[in-house]
T-cell receptor, first 113, second 113 residues
Framework: AQSVAQPEDQVNVAEGNPLTVKCTYSVSGNPYLFWYVQYPNRGLQFLLKYITGDNLVKGSYGFEAEFNKSQTSFHLKKPSALVSDSALYFCAQAMDSNYQLIWGAGTKLIIKP | DGGITQSPKYLFRKEGQNVTLSCEQNLNHDAMYWYRQDPGQGLRLIYYSQIVNDFQKGDIAEGYSVSREKKESFPLTVTSAQKNPTAFYLC????????????FGPGTRLTVL
């Protein structure tokens, strides 16, 4: 079965430092991958997606993600973290045969001043 | 939150009551989705609809019902058969393309009294 793993429940980063939020995807599925962000009591906002092409995908708010086929990973990165980046981040993978997405459990990102 | 609205923002239900959550989109999207979000878990798909007058069960459809009479509307009814309905409910929409981005509404928080 397809599954998406976000191995860290929480990531703590000091403001100004680079951040990475990890995601590994299911090798049995299409490597069509998404990152979303959720602020408290809000809906999810789309950050970026990988369908094909360059392994480094650039998205909203200065975020980028690196697709690594050999490691089946799609880690979210930002060179310099802001306190306002503190939120819940979800990775998702598209299923082969329909419009459903398989979601990771989410990673809480805390940026400390 | 794009062009998707959900109402109400907060909803309280008594035991044994059915309640209906509203979801409306003005993005001209064919596909719409309902997700349930519980603390510490990823999103779980309740129902989805690819086109008007058609919908399919997701992973946790028991105790829920939907209708899709209009392209822009996809209401979710939480019935008394749903034993643990307290959760945050998110509606999303996308074009029919299977790899297209899903756009989310702001969510409805349902609490059972």
């Amino acid at each position: 079965a397809q599954s998406v793993a976000q191995p860290e429940d929480q990531v703590n980063v000091a403001e100004g430092n680079p951040l990475t939020v990890k995601c590994t995807y299911s090798v049995s599925g299409n490597p069509y991958l998404f990152w979303y962000v959720q602020y408290p009591n809000r809906g999810l906002q789309f950050l970026l997606k990988y369908i094909t092409g360059d392994n480094l995908v650039k998205g909203s708010y200065g975020f980028e993600a690196e697709f690594n086929k050999s490691q089946t990973s799609f880690h979210l990165k930002k060179p310099s973290a802001l306190v306002s980046d503190s939120a819940l981040y979800f990775c998702a993978q598209a299923m082969d045969s329909n419009y459903q997405l398989i979601w990771g459990a989410g990673t809480k990102l805390i940026i400390k001043p | 939150d794009g062009g998707i609205t959900q109402s109400p923002k907060y909803l309280f239900r008594k035991e044994g009551q059915n309640v209906t959550l509203s979801c409306e989109q003005n993005l001209n999207h064919d596909a719409m989705y309902w997700y349930r979000q519980d603390p510490g878990q990823g999103l779980r798909l309740i129902y989805y609809s690819q086109i008007v007058n058609d919908f399919q069960k997701g992973d946790i459809a028991e105790g829920y019902s939907v209708s899709r009479e209009k392209k822009e509307s996809f209401p979710l009814t939480v019935t008394s058969a749903q034993k643990n309905p307290t959760a945050f409910y998110l509606c999303a929409s996308s074009t029919r393309a299977s790899l297209d981005t899903q756009y989310f509404g702001p969510g409805t928080r349902l609490t059972v009294l």
